[in-house]
Every structure is written in C-alpha cells, then in structure tokens.
C-alpha cells in the first residue's frame, strides 16, 4: 500500500537554527499538508499545498515557516528560525481525489 | 472555528468487550474522519462519513453520524489488546478542497486483556 515518507523521524536542533522536514507524498497524490503535535495535544493543521502553491495555512503558520516542493516528489517544511515551542510532531500528509488522507510517521522535533 | 472534542478522553475496558467514543463538533461540516494513533507513531485513517450518511462500517469499526446533533460516534466491537491506541475525529468542512481537518483531542483507549 502506497506510503508517505518523513524523514528525518527525530531531529534535534538547538535554539534559533533552521530545520528543514522532508516528506514524499503518494506519486499521484495532489494535495500535501503539514500538522504538528505538541506533545499530549491536538493535531493542528499548519498548511496546505496545492498546484504549487499555498492554498490555506493557520495561525501557527507565520513567517518562520515555509514549503516547498521543489522537485516534484519531495515535500519539504522549513522552520527558519527555531524556538522552544517548535517542539513538536510534525506530520506531513497527502491526499488524492478522495477525502481520505494519508499521513506520514511523523518527524519529531525538539529545539533544545 | 470546526472544532471536534471526543469523549471520553480516556477509556479503559476488557479485551472482548466493546468500546464507544463520541466526537462533538460545532460547525457544518461536509465529512467526519476517525484516526488512530498509537503512541508516538503516525496518523492512520480508520473511517470516513460524509454529512448525508448516518452510518457506516467497516470491519469491527461501526461509525454514525447525527448531523442535527453535530455529533458522531466510532463503536469498536469485541475489542482486542492491539486496538490499544489514541482515537481521534477530524472534521472537513470544505468536502474536497485544500482545507486541512480540524482535529479533536482524542480518546485514549485501552484494552486490558
């Protein structure tokens, strides 16, 4: 069954670096999102991608955070300036024609 | 705001017996998602209800959708130590669109064999 792919699945990252998350969606997928989970709370939607573009993103997604999909396959979150409360699980997701959405394992990050 | 709130926020009951989670929202929405997430691994999709149906199953998993009452409810049947996990509802308002799912805080369940 197809899968969408994060790496790394921990990072650790001092205070104040940029990490760059990674996920390959399904091939035929059209629609990717990130989510994050601070630990012991909701999933909360962070973005969604769609035709090479932004389509909506949330509160949470300020001008610390970007995506890109720069090759056609990988899809990749970039947090430039990390804080504390970046700590989190950051699921990147997929979707095709269906409302049914794929997730991937998670990548979880920690800001130390 | 979508806003999904399940209930209980924590259930736990013996292996074989059946378990029931309710998931509240507050806004029209065009589908409700259940998840299952065991602990510290990812999102796994278990079932899907659009607003015009009232219920749905698949396997041991039975779902039901009161749309008048914002409220759903995931039914697991003859439940086994592997189903030992954080469940969560996801609402979609947009029905297709770009727009992520509103997700709720969860009910952890456990089976105790």
């Known amino acids: 069954e197809p899968e969408v792919t994060q790496t790394p699945s921990h990072q650790v990252t001092q205070m104040g670096q940029e990490v760059i998350l990674r996920c390959v969606p399904i091939s035929n997928h059209l629609y990717f999102y990130w989510y994050r989970q601070i630990l012991g709370q909701k999933v909360e939607f962070l973005v969604s991608?769609?035709?090479?573009?932004?389509?909506?993103k949330s509160e949470i997604f300020d001008d610390q955070f970007s995506v890109e999909r720069p090759d056609g396959s990988n899809f990749t979150l970039k947090i430039r300036s990390t804080k504390l409360e970046d700590s989190a699980m950051y699921f990147c997701?997929?979707?095709?024609?269906?409302?049914?959405?794929?997730f991937g394992s998670g990548t979880r990050l920690t800001v130390v | 705001s979508q806003q999904g709130e399940e209930d209980p926020q924590a259930l736990s009951i013996q292996e074989g017996e059946n378990a029931t989670m309710n998931c509240s929202y507050k806004?029209?929405?065009?589908?409700l998602q259940w998840y299952r997430q065991n602990s510290g691994r990812g999102l796994v999709h278990l079932i899907l209800?659009?607003?015009?149906?009232r219920e749905k199953h698949s396997g041991r998993l039975r779902v039901t959708l009161d749309t008048s009452k914002k409220s759903s409810s995931l039914l697991i049947t003859a439940s086994r130590a592997a189903d030992t996990a954080s469940y969560f509802c996801?609402?979609?308002?947009?029905?297709?669109?770009?727009?992520?799912?509103?997700f709720g805080k969860g009910t952890h369940l456990i089976i105790q064999p």
């Open positions: 996801a609402t979609d308002w947009s029905g297709g669109g770009a727009d992520g799912l509103t």
């Open positions: 806004t029209s929405i065009n589908n």
């Open positions: 209800i659009r607003s015009n149906e």
């Open positions: 991608f769609y035709n090479n573009e932004i389509s909506e």
């Open positions: 997701a997929s979707r095709g024609i269906s409302y049914g959405y794929t």
